[in-house]
């Protein structure tokens, strides 16, 4: 059963910094994995997908690497800004469990002023 | 990205009554839609995967005769909480699948029941 671990759960960082977002999943045998922001009492956005195949994505200040083999992606986010402050999850889509998308617990960032 | 809404953002209802919860892809036809809910300091954990046309597939210890799903067109999916209780309060989120596999959340319902 796949299982999806996010580390850190919490993280508190000053404005401008670079910071990275850990995610491990236990089954190699994915479709995809994708990243997600969640605001409080919001829906989740999609801010990156990566494909299997795919060893990385990157959109505007964001790039996440997929290393499946190692069952590992990362979240990096350039130059941190408070309007980043979110719940960032991870997802893995599945091939042997009817393709769910199963969840990491997510990792709650803060950026200050 | 692809857009899907949810309807009502937020509802209140009394023990006992039923309440629709709709989930619509805006700007994509989508086979397969998801229902889950959050609980608070949570991640969402899957309730459903509504497929158009069939019955939808419940996850274990789900009841399927309280949490009804009809995914009746390609761009609506409807989750109706049956004789709803306090404990059914939550936060009830749908996504949609796109052709690509990716997967867009609306923006969720908060259900609370008094």
């Known amino acids: 059963k796949q299982e999806v671990t996010q580390i850190p759960a919490a993280l508190s960082v000053p404005e401008g910094e670079n910071l990275v977002l850990n995610c491990s999943f236990t089954?190699?045998?994915?479709?995809?994995l994708q990243w997600f922001r969640q605001d409080p009492g919001k829906g989740l956005t999609s801010l990156l997908l990566i494909q299997s195949s795919q060893r990385e994505q990157t959109s505007g200040r964001l790039n996440a690497s997929l290393d499946k083999s190692s069952g590992r992606s990362t979240l990096y986010i350039a130059a941190s800004q408070p309007g980043d402050s979110a719940t960032y999850l991870c997802a893995v889509r599945v091939r042997n469990q009817g393709g769910k998308l199963i969840f990491g617990q997510g990792t709650e960032l803060s950026v200050k002023p | 990205g692809a857009v899907v809404s949810q309807h009502p953002s937020r509802v209140i209802c009394k023990s006992g009554t039923s309440v629709k919860i709709e989930c619509r892809s805006l700007d994509f036809q989508a086979t397969t839609m998801f229902w889950y809910r959050q609980f608070p300091k949570q991640s969402l954990m899957l309730m459903a995967t509504s497929n158009e046309g069939s019955k939808a597939t419940y996850e274990q210890g789900v009841e399927k005769d309280k949490f009804l799903i009809n995914h009746a067109s390609l761009t609506l999916s409807t989750l109706t909480v049956t004789s709803a209780h306090p404990e059914d309060s939550s936060f009830y989120i749908c996504s949609a699948l796109t052709g690509l596999h990716e997967q867009f959340f609306g923006p969720g319902t908060r259900l609370t029941v008094l």
């Open positions: 089954d190699s045998a994915i479709y995809n």
